[in-house]
T-cell receptor, first 108, second 113 residues
Framework: GQQVMQIPQYQHVQEGEDFTTYCNSS?????IQWYKQRPGGHPVFLIQ?????EVKKQKRLTFQFGEAKKNSSLHITATQTTDVGTYFCAGRSNQFYFGTGTSLTVIP | NAGVTQTPKFRVLKTGQSMTLLCAQD?????MYWYRQDPGMGLRLIHYSVGEGTTAKGEAPDGYNVSRLKKQNFLLGLESAAPSQTSVYFCASSRTVGRTEAFFGQGTRLTVV
């Protein structure tokens, strides 16, 4: 079954609001990756986190890896319409699993 | 600078028909994967390959077969298509498993009627 769960499944925000998606694993992960899939497109790699408690930023995006390496989050500050899409986490334990994804809609 | 290329991009099959999806990568990656994407289910791994001549089952292998005769190609076959196989199929490749980024193809939208 699915090893990596994401919440929420869907999120609608007004442009300018913040957005956060959470990724939770039942097992300890050696690392976690985040991907973005634009509507009608394919997943594209955003970033990888490896260390416990690691925080990385890409412009308005902040990625965190939990201290126990079982969870992660992606936070977008002041969303823009270009942020629309589905965000997936993907974690590696004994195998490599993609999360269920969070679909973000940004209302102009 | 092709990356990962999938063919075809769209296909409609009748129940019971067979077809093969082709994935080609030009990055000399050892690892290749086939995923299916269904609403609310994320990306489910069908089969994967850790090198030329090797294949292994993922979490959703039933009804599919694969082959990796050449390092750059990974084929996904449906011997007898069923409506439950209506989905978007993505091929991906990577240099390592889960430690480096995976590169995805553009996807194949398959409808089985």
């Amino acid at each position: 079954g699915q090893q990596v769960m994401q919440i929420p499944q869907y999120q609608h925000v007004q442009e300018g609001e913040d957005f956060t998606t959470y990724c939770n694993s039942s097992t300890t992960l050696s690392n976690i990756q985040w991907y973005k899939q634009r509507p009608g497109g394919h997943p594209v790699f955003l970033i990888q986190l490896v260390k416990s408690g690691e925080v990385k930023k890409q412009k308005r995006l902040t990625f965190q890896f939990g201290e126990a390496k079982k969870n992660s989050s992606l936070h977008i500050t002041a969303t823009q319409t270009t942020d629309v899409g589905t965000y997936f986490c993907a974690g590696r334990s004994n195998q490599f699993y993609f999360g269920t994804g969070t679909s973000l809609t940004v209302i102009p | 600078n092709a990356g990962v290329t999938q063919t075809p991009k769209f296909r409609v099959l009748k129940t019971g028909q067979s077809m093969t999806l082709l994935c080609a990568q030009d990055m000399n990656h050892e690892y290749m994967y086939w995923y299916r994407q269904d609403p609310g289910m994320g990306l489910r791994l069908i089969h994967y390959s850790v090198g030329e001549g090797t294949t292994a089952k993922g979490e959703a292998p039933d009804g599919y077969n694969v082959s990796r005769l050449k390092k750059q190609n990974f084929l996904l076959g449906l011997e007898s298509a069923a409506p439950s196989q209506t989905s978007v199929y993505f091929c991906a490749s990577s240099r390592t498993v889960g430690r480096t980024e995976a590169f995805f193809g553009q996807g194949t939208r398959l409808t089985v009627v």
